[in-house]
Structure formats: C-alpha cells, structure tokens
C-alpha cells in the first residue's frame, strides 16, 4: 500500500520552464512533508520541506505548495535549468508516533537546454 | 558528502546466498533507517533503529534482519537471497528518533544472480 502517492514518473521540460511535480497522501496524522532529490549514482538529499500549518514554503526557485483539506502537496520549480534533471521524490512521517519516513514513488525530471 | 558511509558500493552474489551490507551513520546521528530502492517500487522503508534499540519496521521480509551496534553502526543482513532482492540498498541517520531530514548514504547495489 503506497502511502504517498506521486506524479507524474517522468517529465520533461524546456530550460527556463516550470517543473510542477504533485504529491498526495491519505493519512491525515502525517505533518511533515519533504521533498529529496537524487543525482544518479548518489542517495537522496533533502530539497525542501513544508510543515502542514503554512500553505507554501520558498527556498529560491523551489516552492511547496501545500493543501491540507485535499491532502495534496506539489513542488514547483521554477527557471529550470539542466543542473536540476534528477529524480525527485516527495515523503511524509509523523513527528510522533511512527517513525518512519514514506516516500513515493518519484519523478525522473529532465531538462532539455 | 552526507557523512554516511556504506559498504559495499557493489555486490554481486548468487540465489539463496547470504549477504551483509554496513552502514556508518554520520557523527552524533544516534537514528539509523535502512531503505530499498527498486525500480518499479521506489524508495521502500525497511527498519529504523535508535541507539541500538528497533523503533519501527515496514516491509522487511523475514528472510531480512538488521541491528545497530553500541559504536552506532548498523548492519543490514539478507539471506537465501532470490533474484528479486536485487535493488538498491540505501542506509540514513538522523540525530532524532522522529524522521525530520534523513542523511542517506550513496547505497549499496546488490545483484543477486
């Protein structure tokens, strides 16, 4: 049973475009949702997170917008450029409780120059 | 560099062989998570230790076993290995016990033939 799920798997985009990729979970005890990416031949790394009690979180071009009634959270990325073609992954976990971190399934992106 | 050491980068091995996978979580991170990263399935959580004592478990199957030793380290064990095990195995540490940001190692690539 996929926790997080996540689309699309892949995604192409021309450099200076959008990167929109989208996330959405079911269990509403999650509160901590982080974006990782991974180079090819690395582990993940984190990119960004949100905590459910703001909507959006900006760290330069990489923004989380974050619905907690539709329980959907999505990572934009804007002015992308060849140096972000990876894969990225979104997760979620409960501060209490549980301890694990759930991830879906990922997104390879491309950047085309 | 994440600071999380794995080893061995590579290994090659035959079916219902026994293999051991060891993981140096980064200085101070008492947390150690064991994922497995397949392509069809993603990034899927196998076992969380803290400071030597089991704090969460997912799909790890009963021919799977892992423990953290006093100095922190952690091993993972799989035995009678079949075909399908082949995948990525990736270590991370967290100084906390709740999954906030995971420092993931580079992995450990297990080809089971």
């Known amino acids: 049973q996929q926790q997080v799920k996540q689309s699309p798997q892949s995604l192409i985009v021309q450099k200076g475009g959008i990167s929109i990729i989208n996330c959405a979970y079911e269990?509403?005890?999650?509160?901590?949702f982080p974006w990782y990416q991974q180079f090819p031949g690395k582990g993940p790394a984190l990119l960004i997170a949100?905590?459910?009690?703001?909507s959006e979180k900006k760290e330069g071009r990489f923004t989380i917008s974050f619905n907690k009634s539709a329980k959907q959270f999505s990572l934009h990325i804007m002015d992308s450029q060849p140096g972000d073609s990876a894969t990225y992954f979104c997760?979620?976990?409960?501060?209490?409780?549980?301890?694990?971190?759930?991830f879906g399934t990922g997104t390879r992106l491309t950047v085309i120059p | 560099d994440s600071g999380v050491t794995q080893t061995p980068k590579h290994l090659i091995t035959a079916t219902g062989q026994r293999v051991t996978l060891r993981c140096s979580p980064r200085s101070g991170d008492l947390s150690v998570y064991w994922y497995q990263q397949s392509l069809d399935q993603g990034l899927q959580f196998l076992i969380q230790?803290?400071?030597?004592?089991?704090?969460a478990k997912g799909n790890i199957l009963e021919r799977f076993s892992a423990q953290q030793f006093p100095d922190l380290h952690s091993e993972l064990n799989l035995s009678s290995l079949e075909l399908g095990d082949s995948a990525l195995y990736f270590c991370?540490?967290?100084?906390?016990?709740?999954?906030?940001?995971?420092?993931f190692g580079e992995g450990s690539r297990l080809t089971v033939l």
């Open positions: 949100i905590r459910p009690d703001v």
């Open positions: 991370a540490s967290s100084p906390r016990v709740a999954a906030g940001e995971l420092f």
């Open positions: 230790y803290y400071n030597g004592e089991e704090r």
């Open positions: 997760a979620a976990s409960m501060q209490t409780g549980a301890n694990n971190l759930f």
């Open positions: 269990n509403t005890a999650f509160d901590y």
